[in-house]
């Protein structure tokens, strides 16, 4: 039983020293990003967008490239569900309205 204590202890504790060793932000990728950034007509939406892949090593343009279109993507599919479940409740409204 003991025995389950502390590998359960080690677990927890590994785990929390992997999550926060990669919560450290890059210094240098964060200035990369930045600068990257400022040629942008958004810079600060880019900053933002961008500044979670900042505990990562940006390995060039091609590879930021890579981000920012991964980011609009994920953007993207979100603002289409958003606006599926909007239509679908504007058409239940008219339905609604119909029937009145």
Not at 38 to 67: E, V
Not at 72 to 85: G, H, I, M, P
């Amino acid at each position: 039983m003991a025995q389950k204590h502390i590998l359960v202890s080690l677990a927890i504790f590994l785990s929390l020293l992997f999550e926060s060793s990669l919560a450290k932000h890059n210094s240098q990728t964060i200035t990369y990003i930045e600068s990257s950034c400022n040629g942008t007509l958004y810079p600060n939406l880019c900053i933002r967008c961008l500044n979670k892949f900042s505990h990562s090593t940006i390995n060039g343009p091609q590879h930021l490239a890579q981000l920012a279109l991964s980011v609009s993507l994920s953007r993207a599919l979100q603002t289409r569900v958003y606006l599926l479940n909007v239509a679908k409740e504007l058409k239940a409204i008219n339905h609604n309205n119909k029937r009145m």
